[in-house]
């Protein structure tokens, strides 16, 4: 008997030197209806619930809770051991969906792992009120298929988070890909076998299967991040994560609600949680720069004059730094006078989003530019909330969009409403929780519940949490210590056939995600194409190349201000992560030349074993569309700086 979707295996040259491989299906599984999941048949009212209930307790035993509490039951099954698939994709977001789709396609056998119920990743885990995108869902959505494209009707400019699942449910459905995910089931170890050539990925659930390929599609913003602050288990009610939001959805009527974080999901939540609770205190310990969304409905005849320019709009998005595209003046703002930087401003605020930093060319590059942007958005603040004490805290005094800009709707105005109050935890930090309050500098906030928005161990840390071995015993988090090292951002010396996707190293969380994923799953289905073409057994970076990449990417980010600031780029929001700026700012066109080049050279900087010939010339199969060329009208200074230091 063949596991599902196993139906292929032989067609790889290394199935058969794995020894222990059964090729069998064990175990039984169950066929898991997300409806169940996204329904929001009724409201949790944390008021009617009889004892504490912890949410996130910043241990497991709080995550556990968080799931029986959420209504998530993990159907039963045993486990399954000794089956073997061509390819083992940890996660089911956007990059796994999209990778198993390609897999399918090229007649792989593949298994997908997810931890949660359902596909969609980041959008499965964070319901919280007022979760969306901030890129324009016309973009942050897949452009592989163009009949999805023209097929699929977003009703907003900014798609809320229950039509993003429902897009990604529709994806998964029409590209008939559900039937090889398990769904919640954690991946709790990788190890390579040597001698056998092949992974053995063992699960929570006590799986253990094998796979020549093994593809991280783990998530950049998936390992929340949850502070251990004092006395945590003694306050009464309950505790709740942004990135670990009930399905249920919260009432938050009549109670007293306090917000830690003013980050990007703090700042979506706050204007709707104001609208139900009693008193909402926010706990801000950096001040955030934000724009207003101007978010709207996309009428049927926006949509329609849209999808004739789709295809246009694509290649377009393609060959922008973002990865994404928006009108770009590229002129410096030191160039012009104050009149006129006043009269781009104010247009670029009118559009708003985050197209604002494309008011001019050198904001995020020279201070002093970055200083006119800053000084007209501390204006905009003052101009919105009216008490000026909570208006100069709201002001941030660092660079202009170094941290993620945020895009919302309300927010400044929020803090405007008499039952909303603003707490600085910036010098005094929260001390304590109690039974009822949060303490902050020996006040008491009396509080019925909180929400953490403190955010996710941003790139790798839903690495951290998988203990994964490669060559000689090498595990990823011992050579991660100092700081993430991948070639590419793909993949990582000692840990063969082990692929990541938006990985440290890549432009990731600095273009739009979408386009970043795609872009290496298709890099990646035509190395394994390839790699069967030629009979590789398997693929890994070069130490000495990896080493140089890694020194690029550190290089490259000096350019940009983005470097200077305490952000999670440079992971400066966990207490102990090493200070390194984990994604390629060198813009997404550039990086994708090189990941191109590297694949027209024989895969220059990584060794293929037991090819025939492994400098053969690639079949290119997926990766044409993105050989599009850099669109020199909006070249930042980092593409220009990536472009002058060698592309290693
Ligand atoms: C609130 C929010 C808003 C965002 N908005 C935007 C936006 O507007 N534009 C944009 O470009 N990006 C945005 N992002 C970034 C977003 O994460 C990406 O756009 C994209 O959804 C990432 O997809 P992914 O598949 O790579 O990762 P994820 O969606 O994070 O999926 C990873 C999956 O892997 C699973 N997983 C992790 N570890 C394991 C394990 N050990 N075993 C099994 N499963 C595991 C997780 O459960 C998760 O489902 C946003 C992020 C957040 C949090």
């Known amino acids: 008997m063949q596991a599902p979707g196993a139906e292929n295996v032989s067609s790889m040259g290394s199935v058969r030197s794995c020894g222990n491989v059964r090729g069998m299906h064990l175990g039984m599984r169950r066929p898991i209806t997300l409806r169940a999941h996204i329904t929001m048949d009724f409201q949790i009212n944390p008021a009617t619930l009889q004892g504490p209930v912890y949410f996130c307790s910043g241990t497991n ?159 950049c913003l998936s390992a929340p991040n949850r502070p251990n602050f004092n006395g945590l288990e003694d306050f009464n009610g309950p505790i709740y994560h942004t990135g670990q939001w009930p399905h249920q959805g919260v009432d938050f009527t009549g109670l007293r609600v306090g917000v830690i974080g003013t980050g990007s999901s703090a700042i979506q939540s706050i204007p709707i949680i104001a609208q139900q609770a009693t008193a909402l205190t926010v706990f801000q310990r950096t001040a955030t720069w934000s724009v207003p969304a101007w978010n709207e409905k996309l009428t049927p005849e926006y949509l329609q004059a849209a ?92 660079v202009f969009g170094c941290k993620r800009l945020c895009v919302d709707t309300g927010y400044f105005e929020t803090y405007n409403m008499p039952h909303v109050k603003l707490v600085d935890v910036s010098r005094t930090p929260i001390e304590r929780f109690t039974a009822h309050a949060i303490e902050v500098n020996g006040v008491e906030y009396p509080l019925d519940a909180v929400v953490c928005a403190t955010g996710f161990a941003a790139m790798t840390g839903s690495f951290d949490k998988i203990r994964i071995t490669g060559r000689n015993g090498l595990t990823l988090s011992e050579k991660w210590r100092a700081g993430p090292r991948a070639y590419l951002g793909i993949a990582s010396a000692g840990f ?33 194409g390839h790699m069967r073409d030629v009979g590789a ?70 060794i293929l074993e037991g090819a025939q010939d492994s400098n053969a010339a690639p079949r290119v199969r997926y990766t044409e569309r993105w050989r599009v060329p850099l669109d020199i009208e909006v070249i930042s200074p980092a593409a220009v700086a990536a472009r002058r230091v060698p592309v290693v």
């Open 61 to 219: 035993k709080g995550i556990e809770r968080t799931m029986i509490a959420d209504g998530e039951t993990s159907p039963a099954r045993s486990a399954e051991t000794g089956a073997f698939f061509d390819a083992i994709v940890v996660g089911a977001g956007f990059a796994g969906m999209y990778m198993l789709h390609r897999l399918r396609e090229l007649g792989f056998s593949a298994r997908v792992f997810e931890a949660g119920g359902g596909v969609g990743g980041t959008w499965y885990w964070n319901r919280y009120p007022g979760a969306r995108c901030d890129v324009e869902s016309m973009q942050y959505s897949f452009s592989f298929s163009e009949e999805l494209d023209q097929q699929w009707n977003w009703s907003e400019k900014y798609a809320p988070q229950p039509e993003i699942l429902s897009y990604a449910n529709h994806v998964v459905d029409r590209f008939d890909l559900r039937r090889h995910i398990v769904f919640d089931t954690r991946v709790v170890s990788e190890t390579f076998d040597e001698k056998a050539g092949c992974w053995l990925v063992e699960t929570e659930r006590g799986d253990r299967v094998h796979a020549k390929f093994l593809i991280m599609a783990v998530g």
């Open 537 to 606: 057994t398997s693929i890994e970076p070069i130490l000495k190349d990896e080493d140089a990449w890694v020194e690029h990417v550190n290089e490259v980010s000096t350019v940009s201000l983005r470097s200077t600031c305490s952000s999670w780029y440079v992971g400066a929001n966990i207490p102990g992560r090493p200070r390194v700026f984990m994604p390629y700012i060198g813009g997404f066109p550039v990086y994708v030349q090189k990941c191109n080049e590297v694949m027209n050279n024989g895969w220059d900087g990584f």
């Open 307 to 398: 999808k004739a320019e789709y295809p246009a709009l694509r290649a377009k998005a393609r060959a922008r730094p973002t990865g994404f595209y928006f009108p770009f003046n590229t002129k410096p703002a030191l160039e012009a006078n104050p009149e006129e930087r006043e009269k781009q401003y104010e247009e670029s605020w009118a559009r708003g989003g985050l197209p604002f930093l494309g008011a001019y060319g050198d904001l995020l590059f020279e201070k002093a530019a970055n200083d006119t942007i800053a000084d007209f958005a501390r204006r905009k603040i003052r101009g919105i909330v009216k008490d000026p004490v909570t208006a100069d805290l709201l002001c941030p005094d660092n």
């Open 496 to 528: 063969p056939n082990l692929f990541m996707i938006t990985g440290p190293g890549s432009p990731s969380v600095l273009a739009s995600m979408i386009q970043a994923i795609e872009q290496h799953v298709d890099w990646l289905a035509d190395c394994m």
